[in-house]
Each structure stands twice: as structure tokens, then as C-alpha cells.
């Protein structure tokens, strides 16, 4: 209910609603509008409200993640289109799932929190309440299903992209990490569910640590976030440039088999282009030299016998000689 007030308010932008208005429009009485306003205003709205005028909203939290912050904000079509904003989750990618069949392409579960964050190769997500974005987007494309890992680089692209509008010099470690300063701000995890010929769904989780500051004695030298960095940007915002860079990336796609733009900004913004990595596989560790990224997406290195070897995304994963990055 309140997020329907709080949309009815940001409708009339500079214009007020009267408390009338507003119950009429969402069959409630006055008193019931009045009280929600006053937990609104307890939550951080701040609403003015003038005698005989109604109300009318002067700042919002910016930082909530809820749908009505988002919309207002969000220049496209399909993506973020039908947001489902949760308080607590076990996973966004996990409570997508379980709902994939029944809704549209595009739409998107972010959660304040996660309980069990998944990163990939089965690893735990650090996804505590209201200090990242804990978001999984829903896709349905028509190509076959081996195309999809570029998506993976789709989301990439798109999270350096929007983060550098927004003045943070942030870099892409191929396929799914993004990198401040040599450490982890932001991972993907993309998940596929599909038969030989058909995708039913792609699901896209990103996790972007926002506001945390302290990441513990294992992940400390590792993980890093927006805030640690010195970069205090609006959740909100964040989260409308990601997904508008995204569909724009991801349309063209799927709609022209387009894949230059994201290649391009992966090698511009590449963290690992003309550097000594590790490729890890498993238990195997090989050294070897990042010299490019193929124009289907894929990784060229030159091992340690002059060899050039692709290497596709799957389950790899890199690490600098010097540690993370
Ligand atoms: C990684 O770098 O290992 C991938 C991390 C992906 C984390 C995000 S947070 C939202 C979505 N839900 C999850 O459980 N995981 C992804």
C-alpha cells in the first residue's frame, strides 16, 4: 500500500494529492492514508503536507530499493519493467527459479538481503542487509542455448559501463568479476536452464557490494566496496544505469547477433589484458600470458610453451601472479 502512495506521489511530481485523492484512488480511508504517510515520513520520505492541498514529496531515501525509487528513475523497456523487491531472500537467482515460468522477460528480484548468496563454483555471496545490490535479472532469449555465456560478458560490460557514467574507474577481470582499485566490488552469476535446442530461461544475478565496510580476514585482501573505495553513490541509481546499459547491450544481441560494443568495452576496461595470470581448472593451476579477447568473447592466452590457447568462459577461474587481480 504505501508503495502505491509513494507512486501516486511521484506522479503529480510538484503538484500535491490530496489525502482525499488518495484514498479514493487506493480504496482506503483518509485515517488509513494519514497513518501511512506517517510511517512513510518514520522510513525517511519526506513529505509535505499542506491544509486543504494533500501532499506532496519533497526527497525520498534515496538509497531504498524499492520498485517506485527504481521506476522513476529507469529509461527502458523490457528490463526492470516488473520489479519484485524483497526484504530478505535465500538467494535472488534461487527465488527467480522458482517463479520463471510465470513471469515476463525482464523482470527483476532485487532483495535487501540474502541469506544464502551464491557466488560461482559454488561458493557463499557476503549479501547482508541494505549494503549492496542483490539482484537477479530474468531473460527469455530465442537463441540456442550455447550462446548464452555471453550474456555473462552482456552483464559485465554493462556494470563497468554504467559504473564509469557514474565516475567509477571500475575494470572487467573476464568473464563475471568487476574490479576497484585490484579487488572485487562486483561478481555475476549467470544460470541457465534450457533442453538441447531451447533456452527456457537465463537468469542473471549481480551482486555489487556497496556499503560494506569491513569483509573479514578472508575476503579482506580480496573484496573491496563502492564506499571503501570513497565512492558514495545511490543504490537506486546504480541500479538504473545497470539495467539500462544492459538492455541496450542485450538487445542488440539478440536482435543482431551484435556482440562488438561488448567486446570492446571488455577489452578497454579489461584488468587482465597483457598481464601473467593463472588459469585455475579444478585443482590445475597453469601460468600463462593475457593477450586478448576473441570476437566471440573468449579468452586468448599464450601459455608458458608459446602455445595460444582459447579459453571460454565455463568454469574456469583467473587469478593475477601477484594476487587477485
Ligand atoms: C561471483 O562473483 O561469484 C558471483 C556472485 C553473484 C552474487 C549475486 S547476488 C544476487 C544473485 N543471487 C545470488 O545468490 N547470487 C547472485
Redesign the pocket.
Known sequence: MRDKIIEVILDNGEDFVSGEELSKKLGISRTAVWKHINILREEGYDIESVNKKGYRLISSPKDLLNPQNIYHNLKTDIIGKNIIHLESVD????YLKKIGNDVQEGTVVISEE?T??????G?N?Q?KSKEGI???IILKPEITPYKAPFITLIAGASIVKALNHLNVSAKIKWP??IIINNK?VS???TELSAEIERINYVIV???MNVKNLDFGQELGDKATSLYKENYYLSRVEIVSQVLYEFEKLYKDYIENNNKEEVIRICKEHSAILDKDIYVIRGDEKELVKCIDISDEGNLIVIDNQNRVQEILSGEVSIRGVKGYV
Not at 538467494?91 to 534461487?94: A, G, R
Open positions: 538467494s535472488t537467482n534461487d540474502q544464502k548468496g551464491k557466488g560461482r563454483l561458493r555471496w549479501s542483490w539482484m537477479s563475471n568479476d572485487k561478481g555475476i552469476l544475478g549481480i551482486g
